[in-house]
């Protein structure tokens, strides 16, 4: 069965800082991965999503993450950190690639950013 | 615009008093679905529909049903609420490929006594 696990549930960054929120997919085969963004009192937004073109994925607001097969990961980065990006993020996975496929959310990763 | 709308937004209500939470949405999107938040447990699909009249269960789907007769809603029953169905639900939808994100609604707050 597909999963994601995203270990830790909160790390807190300084403004200006690098973001660094990590991603690890169990799949036979690369599935679709998505990081999702959550802000206070919101539903979901997708930040970027990788389908088999590029590895490395560059999404809203700064963000971007890279594929990486051989280690089964695709980990969220951002350069510099904002204090607009407090926020849970969710990784995601939709595997196989198939109509009836469905999607497999970590348990969230909560960022703060500290002044 | 194009948005997912849920309603209600909040809901507070007694053990066994059937409720419907409804789900629309105004993109033409074929595939929709139901989850729950709950901390520490991220999200969890409830169930999920790849068309009208087409549905099928997600991970924790005791306790719910749901129906599609329309495109465009897909509503959430919950005909003998339990405490432990206190969560936050959300719906969402997108284009029937896999590879389309999906749009997620504002979220339903539901408290269960």
């Known amino acids: 069965a597909q999963s994601v696990t995203q270990l830790g549930s909160h790390v807190s960054v300084s403004e200006g800082a690098l973001v660094l929120l990590r991603c690890n997919y169990s799949s036979s085969v690369p599935p679709y991965l998505f990081w999702y963004v959550q802000y206070p009192n919101q539903g979901l937004q997708l930040l970027l999503k990788?389908?088999?073109?590029?590895?490395l994925v560059k999404g809203i607001n700064g963000f971007e993450a890279e594929f990486k097969k051989s280690e089964t990961s695709f980990h969220l980065t951002k350069p510099s950190a904002h204090m607009s990006d407090a926020a849970e993020y969710f990784c995601?996975?939709?595997?196989?690639?198939?109509?009836?496929?469905?999607?497999?959310f970590g348990k969230g990763i909560t960022l703060s950013v500290r002044p | 615009e194009a948005q997912v709308t849920q309603n209600p937004r909040y809901l507070i209500t007694v053990t066994g008093k059937k409720l419907t939470v409804t789900c629309s949405q105004n993109m033409n999107h074929e595939y929709m679905s139901w989850y729950r938040q709950d901390p520490g447990l991220g999200l969890r699909q409830i169930y999920y529909?790849?068309?009208?009249?087409?549905?099928d269960k997600g991970d924790v789907p005791e306790g719910y049903k749901v129906s599609r007769k329309e495109k465009r809603n897909f509503p959430l029953i919950l005909e003998s609420p339990s405490p432990n169905q206190t969560s936050l639900y959300f719906c969402a939808s997108s284009l029937g490929s896999p590879s389309y994100e999906q749009y997620f609604g504002p979220g339903t707050r539901l408290t269960v006594t």
């Open positions: 529909s790849m068309n009208v009249e087409v549905t």
């Open positions: 990788y389908t088999s073109a590029a590895t």
């Open positions: 995601a996975v939709r595997y196989p690639r198939g109509a009836n496929s469905k999607l497999t």
